[in-house]
């Protein structure tokens, strides 16, 4: 299968109740080729209306993330561990994230990236298999099988606690060196 058929079965999908409450499916956007996959946890309002993922406020400060990494938005996959919006951005519960997983899997297998970030939490947690916080996993790479993980902040959490964003831009430099040494 490839990204485009994947996409295909995650738009009819209703493994679980989030598909009753969707506008879209947010499966992810980016080359199939990207050398970086972003994981964020799931999609918000503003990407369930528009069905592309980090479209927000959250979204803006991402895009100057990458440029610190030296990379561009259209140089990056974009997906979530969920494809569908909880309702009023509540966390996912764990039988989502278990009906979902799947296709967060297959899109890491057909693209192969060198790099996986996640943002925050929930994807740190769900590509780690671990219960450990963020805070003690940011900062450092990680071998995930074999895959380089850079668990970092979401870029929302910035936007509540400022004092978040020099600790997301100091990972982003991990990023675009650890790109640049490969």
């Known amino acids: 299968m490839d ?24 499966f992810g956007v980016g080359p199939e080729d990207a050398r970086v996959m972003i994981v964020g946890e799931a999609p918000g309002k503003n990407e369930d209306l528009e069905g592309r993922p980090f479209v927000g406020a959250a979204g803006k400060n991402l895009d100057s993330l990458l440029g610190i990494a030296g990379l561009a938005r259209d140089e990056v996959y974009i997906a979530n561990v969920l494809k569908c919006r909880p309702p009023g951005n509540r966390d996912p519960r764990v039988e ?20 996986i970030v996640t943002l925050g939490n929930f994807a740190a947690r769900h590509i780690m298999k671990t219960d450990m916080g963020i805070t003690r996993l940011r900062g450092q790479v990680h071998q995930v099988g074999r895959f ?20 997301l831009e100091a990972d982003f430099r991990t990023l675009g060196a650890l790109l640049a040494a490969s």
């Open 148 to 167: 380089k993980v850079l668990p970092v902040y979401h870029p929302a959490a910035a936007l509540y606690d400022p004092s978040k964003q020099e600790a």
């Open 96 to 115: 989502e994230i278990q009906a979902c997983a799947h296709f967060l899997h297959d899109q890491a297998k057909l693209i192969e990236p060198e790099v």
């Open 3 to 26: 990204l485009a058929g994947l996409a295909c079965e995650a738009g009819s999908c209703q493994a679980c109740p989030l598909w009753e409450s969707r506008t879209n499916v947010v």
